[in-house]
Every structure is written in C-alpha cells, then in structure tokens.
C-alpha cells in the first residue's frame, strides 16, 4: 500500500515535469511564442533544468535536446523506480537490462508526447468553437497546427466543420496501442 501511495506522488511529480519539459521541446520546435501565460509558466517550471543542460546538451537543427533529454531521463528514472517498488526480479544481462529500462522510458515518454498532443488537439478545438479570440487560443492552435495539417490536406471541411481533429485523435490512439505492445517487448528484455 505504502509502495502504491509512492509510486502515485513520484508518477504525479514526474509526469508533470515530464509534460512541461515536452510542452517547451513542442513550443521551442514549431516557434511558438513564450510570450504569453502558457509560455511563461512552462519556462518558470522548467528553467531550473533546462538553462543549465544548454551548456552541455546543445540544440541541433532546431530540436531543444535540452528539453527531451531529461524528459527521458526523467521517465527512465520512473520506470526504474517502478520495478524496484514492485519488486519485479531484473534477472537478464545487464544489458539487456540497460536497453529495456532506456527503451521503456522513451516509450514512456513517446505516450506522454501523445497524450500532450491529444490534450493540444482538444484544448484547440474546444477553444475554437467556445473563444477563439481567447489569449491561449492562438498558443493551442500553433501547437495543433502542424499535426493536424496532413490531415486538412487530405480531409475537406464538410459545411464548415473540420473533422481533421477527429481523425488525428483516432490515429494517436491506434499509435498508443502500438506503443502499449512495444512496451511489452522491452519489459521481456527485464526479465530474461
């Protein structure tokens, strides 16, 4: 019980951190402004970490590794803690062990990207037909513009209504599936 109660707060904490580090990797990526409430809380709760990484982790190609790369750390970490406050028995070579916790963590980190997108994708479209003029709007939908684009391309309005968004979230959800079954292959590589 007390394992479970743990395991709760550190998912809780990391799992926040985790999104606010892939919210700066996401607004860094498609420049959008920080220039607003959204922006400026991500920077106030990721700076601590980030700031100091860029001295080391340089950018590439407009890709904030400063950003993804503890956010993987971050959801290594978790996983780790995970299977020792479950008591799971590590028992392959070591590595195979390194590249099943490193390989659960950045699936770990993919379903949480997918789960920012969704909840992007959403917030967008709720806002587009609720306040459109609304300060955060324009940041939900530079965020949900580049994913939904091949869609709209493909994907015409039908009286006015785009459906674009319904298709996206139907294709993030057969992606989660598959990364659930690919999570199941790297657990095996845990337990030999």
């Known amino acids: 019980m007390l394992g479970n109660v743990l395991l709760l707060i550190l998912n809780t904490a990391a799992g926040f951190l985790t999104l606010m580090l ?11 402004s920080f ?6 809380f991500v920077v106030a709760t ?29 959801q290594t970490l978790m996983v780790f803690i995970e299977l020792w406050v479950r008591g799971v028995p ?19 980190l993919l379903r949480m990207a997918i789960y920012l997108v969704i909840a992007v994708v959403l917030m967008s479209a709720v806002l587009s037909w ?23 391309r493909v994907i015409p309005p039908i009286a006015n209504v785009d459906l674009s968004p319904l298709v996206l979230l139907l294709v993030l959800q057969i992606v ?6 690919l999570r199941g292959n790297f657990a095996a590589l845990l337990v030999g």
């Not at 220039?35 to 400026?40: E, L, S, V």
């Not at 609304?134 to 940041?139: L, N």
């Open 22 to 32: 892939l919210a700066r990797f996401f607004m860094q990526w498609q420049r959008v």
């Open 35 to 40: 220039r607003n409430q959204i922006g400026q």
């Open 46 to 74: 990721t700076d601590w970490i980030v700031r100091p990484l860029r001295r080391v982790i340089p950018g590439l190609m407009g890709i904030d590794f400063a950003s993804l790369v503890p956010a993987w750390v971050l």
């Open 90 to 108: 590590l028992d392959g070579s070591v590595a195979g062990l390194l590249l099943g916790v490193w390989g659960l963590g950045l699936l770990e």
């Open 130 to 152: 609720v306040s459109p003029h609304a300060p955060a709007a324009s940041v939900f939908h530079n965020l949900s513009a580049p994913f939904l684009r091949p869609f709209r």
């Open 176 to 181: 989660l599936m598959i990364v659930s079954g």
